[in-house]
Protein backbone atom coordinates (compact mmCIF):
# COMPACT_ATOMS: atom_id res chain seq x y z
CA UNK A 1 0.00 0.00 0.00
CA UNK A 2 2.77 2.30 0.65
CA UNK A 3 3.74 2.08 -3.22
CA UNK A 4 0.12 3.68 -4.24
CA UNK A 5 1.04 7.20 -1.96
CA UNK A 6 4.55 7.26 -3.32
CA UNK A 7 3.57 7.36 -7.04
CA UNK A 8 0.91 10.72 -6.42
CA UNK A 9 3.79 12.12 -4.37
CA UNK A 10 6.58 11.81 -6.84
CA UNK A 11 4.10 13.22 -9.52
CA UNK A 12 3.62 16.02 -7.25
CA UNK A 13 6.97 16.77 -6.83
CA UNK A 14 8.08 16.76 -10.39
CA UNK A 15 5.06 18.67 -11.56
CA UNK A 16 6.02 21.42 -8.64
CA UNK A 17 9.44 21.33 -9.99
CA UNK A 18 8.40 22.05 -13.61
CA UNK A 19 6.45 25.32 -12.67
CA UNK A 20 9.28 26.57 -10.53
CA UNK A 21 9.24 25.19 -7.21
CA UNK A 22 12.88 25.60 -6.80
CA UNK A 23 12.59 29.30 -7.42
CA UNK A 24 13.52 31.10 -3.86
CA UNK A 25 11.22 34.19 -4.70
CA UNK A 26 8.39 31.84 -5.90
CA UNK A 27 8.66 29.42 -2.50
CA UNK A 28 9.09 32.48 -0.43
CA UNK A 29 5.54 33.55 -2.05
CA UNK A 30 3.97 29.93 -1.11
CA UNK A 31 4.84 30.09 2.32
CA UNK A 32 2.73 32.96 3.15
CA UNK A 33 -0.28 31.73 0.78
CA UNK A 34 -2.51 30.10 3.52
CA UNK A 35 -4.66 28.58 -0.02
CA UNK A 36 -1.87 26.88 -1.09
CA UNK A 37 -1.46 23.20 -0.10
CA UNK A 38 1.30 20.84 -0.56
CA UNK A 39 0.35 17.31 -1.81
CA UNK A 40 1.00 15.72 1.60
CA UNK A 41 -1.76 17.65 2.75
CA UNK A 42 -4.45 17.06 0.77
CA UNK A 43 -7.17 14.75 1.62
CA UNK A 44 -6.53 12.18 -1.16
CA UNK A 45 -3.21 12.07 -0.17
CA UNK A 46 -4.17 10.64 3.77
CA UNK A 47 -4.18 6.53 4.26
CA UNK A 48 -7.58 7.42 5.60
CA UNK A 49 -8.96 9.11 2.47
CA UNK A 50 -7.76 5.76 1.11
CA UNK A 51 -10.34 3.54 3.05
CA UNK A 52 -13.33 3.38 1.46
CA UNK A 53 -16.46 4.26 3.98
CA UNK A 54 -13.91 5.85 6.22
CA UNK A 55 -15.56 8.95 6.45
CA UNK A 56 -19.16 7.31 7.81
CA UNK A 57 -17.19 5.90 11.00
CA UNK A 58 -17.25 7.32 13.98
CA UNK A 59 -14.16 7.06 15.89
CA UNK A 60 -14.24 5.18 18.84
CA UNK A 61 -11.78 3.60 21.92
CA UNK A 62 -13.43 0.69 22.22
CA UNK A 63 -13.46 -1.94 18.98
CA UNK A 64 -16.26 -4.76 19.78
CA UNK A 65 -15.92 -7.57 17.14
CA UNK A 66 -18.08 -10.71 16.65
CA UNK A 67 -16.90 -13.92 14.65
CA UNK A 68 -19.39 -16.52 13.46
CA UNK A 69 -19.12 -19.89 11.81
CA UNK A 70 -19.42 -18.00 8.48
CA UNK A 71 -15.47 -16.87 8.94
CA UNK A 72 -16.66 -13.66 9.06
CA UNK A 73 -16.47 -10.51 11.70
CA UNK A 74 -19.39 -8.45 12.24
CA UNK A 75 -17.94 -5.25 11.22
CA UNK A 76 -14.72 -4.68 9.70
CA UNK A 77 -13.75 -0.47 9.67
CA UNK A 78 -12.80 1.36 12.64
CA UNK A 79 -11.39 4.80 13.23
CA UNK A 80 -9.24 5.71 16.73
CA UNK A 81 -6.85 8.25 17.50
CA UNK A 82 -3.53 7.19 17.27
CA UNK A 83 -1.63 7.35 20.34
CA UNK A 84 -4.26 7.01 22.49
CA UNK A 85 -5.50 3.29 24.45
CA UNK A 86 -7.84 1.60 22.50
CA UNK A 87 -9.89 -1.82 23.82
CA UNK A 88 -10.94 -4.48 21.50
CA UNK A 89 -13.50 -7.25 22.87
CA UNK A 90 -13.90 -10.18 20.47
CA UNK A 91 -16.82 -12.48 21.61
CA UNK A 92 -16.94 -15.98 18.82
CA UNK A 93 -20.62 -16.37 18.71
CA UNK A 94 -20.29 -19.70 16.62
CA UNK A 95 -21.11 -22.93 17.47
CA UNK A 96 -18.35 -25.53 16.35
CA UNK A 97 -15.62 -26.44 18.48
CA UNK A 98 -12.67 -25.02 18.67
CA UNK A 99 -10.35 -27.27 16.94
CA UNK A 100 -12.30 -26.37 13.85
CA UNK A 101 -13.56 -22.99 13.76
CA UNK A 102 -11.47 -21.03 16.15
CA UNK A 103 -11.02 -17.19 15.81
CA UNK A 104 -9.16 -14.57 17.57
CA UNK A 105 -8.42 -11.19 16.20
CA UNK A 106 -4.63 -10.13 15.18
CA UNK A 107 -3.91 -6.04 14.75
CA UNK A 108 -1.46 -6.10 12.64
CA UNK A 109 1.60 -3.07 11.82
CA UNK A 110 1.64 -1.23 9.25
CA UNK A 111 2.65 -3.17 5.91
CA UNK A 112 2.74 -6.33 7.27
CA UNK A 113 2.20 -8.82 3.98
CA UNK A 114 -1.45 -10.25 5.61
CA UNK A 115 -0.75 -13.22 2.88
CA UNK A 116 2.64 -13.71 4.48
CA UNK A 117 1.52 -13.41 8.12
CA UNK A 118 -1.24 -16.26 7.11
CA UNK A 119 0.71 -18.95 5.46
CA UNK A 120 3.62 -18.70 8.73
CA UNK A 121 -0.16 -18.49 11.38
CA UNK A 122 -0.78 -21.74 9.20
CA UNK A 123 2.08 -23.55 10.72
CA UNK A 124 1.91 -22.34 14.53
CA UNK A 125 -0.54 -24.56 16.04
CA UNK A 126 1.10 -24.31 19.39
CA UNK A 127 1.36 -20.72 19.37
CA UNK A 128 -2.01 -20.82 18.73
CA UNK A 129 -1.98 -19.47 15.03
CA UNK A 130 0.31 -16.50 16.53
CA UNK A 131 3.49 -16.75 14.69
CA UNK A 132 7.04 -16.02 16.63
CA UNK A 133 8.62 -15.30 13.38
CA UNK A 134 6.26 -12.25 12.74
CA UNK A 135 6.13 -11.29 16.51
CA UNK A 136 7.51 -7.55 15.15
CA UNK A 137 4.62 -7.36 12.78
CA UNK A 138 2.10 -8.09 15.28
CA UNK A 139 0.62 -4.86 17.98
CA UNK A 140 -2.25 -7.55 19.53
CA UNK A 141 -3.90 -10.02 19.31
CA UNK A 142 -6.61 -12.06 21.51
CA UNK A 143 -6.85 -15.31 22.69
CA UNK A 144 -7.79 -18.12 20.13
CA UNK A 145 -11.68 -18.46 21.33
CA UNK A 146 -14.13 -21.46 20.77
CA UNK A 147 -17.94 -21.03 20.45
CA UNK A 148 -19.33 -18.80 23.14
CA UNK A 149 -16.29 -17.42 24.12
CA UNK A 150 -14.66 -13.80 24.82
CA UNK A 151 -11.49 -12.20 25.19
CA UNK A 152 -10.64 -8.18 25.64
CA UNK A 153 -7.16 -6.65 25.45
CA UNK A 154 -5.82 -3.14 25.60
CA UNK A 155 -3.56 -1.80 23.05
CA UNK A 156 -1.80 1.46 21.55
CA UNK A 157 -1.58 2.40 17.77
CA UNK A 158 1.02 4.21 17.87
CA UNK A 159 0.70 6.29 14.39
CA UNK A 160 -1.49 7.90 11.78
CA UNK A 161 -2.28 5.25 9.32
CA UNK A 162 -4.27 1.77 8.54
CA UNK A 163 -3.53 -1.07 9.97
CA UNK A 164 -5.25 -4.49 9.62
CA UNK A 165 -6.47 -6.85 11.73
CA UNK A 166 -7.20 -10.64 10.42
CA UNK A 167 -8.26 -14.25 12.34
CA UNK A 168 -5.45 -15.76 12.28
CA UNK A 169 -7.00 -19.55 12.59
CA UNK A 170 -5.73 -21.44 9.45
CA UNK A 171 -7.63 -20.47 6.36
CA UNK A 172 -9.68 -17.89 8.13
CA UNK A 173 -7.68 -14.23 7.17
CA UNK A 174 -9.04 -14.46 3.34
CA UNK A 175 -12.43 -13.21 4.86
CA UNK A 176 -11.84 -12.11 8.15
CA UNK A 177 -9.89 -9.23 7.90
CA UNK A 178 -10.24 -5.53 8.43
CA UNK A 179 -8.79 -2.04 9.01
CA UNK A 180 -8.29 0.13 11.76
CA UNK A 181 -7.72 3.83 10.85
CA UNK A 182 -5.47 5.97 13.21
CA UNK A 183 -5.80 9.94 12.68
Known sequence: MKKVFMVPAVVAALFL???????????????HDSTTSTPAETPAETPAASVPGIENVETTDHI?????????????LFKVKA??????????????????????AVVL???????????EAFKAKEEEYIPST?????????????AGQSDE??????KAGVYEFICSFPGHWGTMQGKIVAE
Open 17 to 31: ASCGGGDKSSTASHE
Open 134 to 146: FASSIIAHTKLLG
Open 64 to 76: QLQASDDMRFDKD
Open 109 to 119: DQGTDVAAFGG
Open 83 to 104: GSKVKLTLKNIGEQPIESMGHN
Open 153 to 158: IEFTLP
